[in-house]
């Protein structure tokens, strides 16, 4: 570990904890390390006190001004290491445009398809070929507040731990469990066989999703946001296919929108149940 100080901070691009950070920006590197990067005080705050496998703090000096003395109070009181480095260098490895002064180096958490079916909501959002990393941190962030399972991703679904998406989470992907499948078929045989109903939103389905049963374990499946769900992936005989009704002036809702739809009319459904 570079030995490092508010008053000493790294300044050299060169250097090769610098260009390890710098390398986390490519999503394979961030895959063969097991590793991502989370900016700004509140995340990195959530992360320590969560005990989420923060492996390092990286800072500028002027987080010693008063918003980041929280943050440098639980690292060092969980003895997770500071790297104080210039703020040139954090404007050169941060993804915002306008950084906070400091990040988090995080170990990704392992989560396995039997873990995501076994969870007790019974609630689960998959993810099929979605492009844009904004929606998926939404979708991720909505799941959460909806006390959902979790996230499962198809394999051409952007990185879960992107910049853009891990902003986008506000936090929530140091907590929801997001499950990248290989095989989206057999995921839905399992799940099927532990008693899930599949649901697909398609725009023209005849069924509405309000007239659904959403207490019972649930898979909701989402497409690409420009084509949506290809045909033979929501077209099995078990597999419901359902729409949220829109106005006549309205054709489709962005993918982020539909999923939160669906996944607070499931809350909906669940609360009543209890009462």
């Known amino acids: 570990m570079d030995r490092t100080s508010p008053h000493t901070p790294l300044t050299s691009k060169d250097n090769k904890t610098i260009k390890f950070l710098a390398s986390l920006a490519d999503p394979k590197a961030r895959k063969n390390e097991r590793v991502f990067l989370v900016e700004g005080v509140k995340i990195v705050e959530e992360a320590l006190r969560d005990q989420a ?16 003395k929280g943050v440098i109070k639980l690292a060092e009181k969980q003895n997770v290491p500071i790297l104080w480095i210039s703020e040139r260098l954090m404007d050169q490895i941060a993804e915002s445009k306008t950084p ?18 076994s969870r007790p909501a019974g609630l689960i959002v998959l993810c099929h070929e979605l492009q844009d990393p904004g929606n998926l941190g939404t979708i991720i962030r909505t799941a959460e507040a909806v006390g959902a399972s979790g996230i499962a991703i198809t394999s051409r679904t952007v990185d879960a731990y992107n910049p853009k998406t891990v902003r986008a989470t506000m936090g929530s992907i140091l907590r929801v469990p997001v499950v990248r499948i290989d095989d989206p078929d ?3 045989r399992s799940s099927s066989a532990r008693g899930f109903q599949t649901i697909a939103l398609a725009l023209g389905a005849g069924e509405s999703v309000f007239n659904l049963d959403l207490t019972k374990p649930s898979v909701l499946l989402f497409g690409q946001e420009g084509s949506g769900l290809p045909h033979d992936f929501s077209a099995a005989a078990d597999t419901l296919r359902a ?6 002036t309205i054709d489709s809702l962005n993918v982020a929108t539909s999923a939160a739809v669906v996944l607070y009319e499931a809350l909906r459904q669940r609360s009543n149940n209890r009462h």
């Open 53 to 68: 496998g923060v492996r390092r703090v990286i800072a500028s000096p002027s987080l010693t001004q008063h918003h980041g």
């Open 100 to 117: 906070q002064p400091v990040m988090a180096e995080v170990g990704m958490k392992e989560y396995g398809e039997d873990e995501l079916l």
């Open 186 to 188: 057999g995921f839905l």
């Open 243 to 248: 729409r949220i009704p829109m106005a006549a």
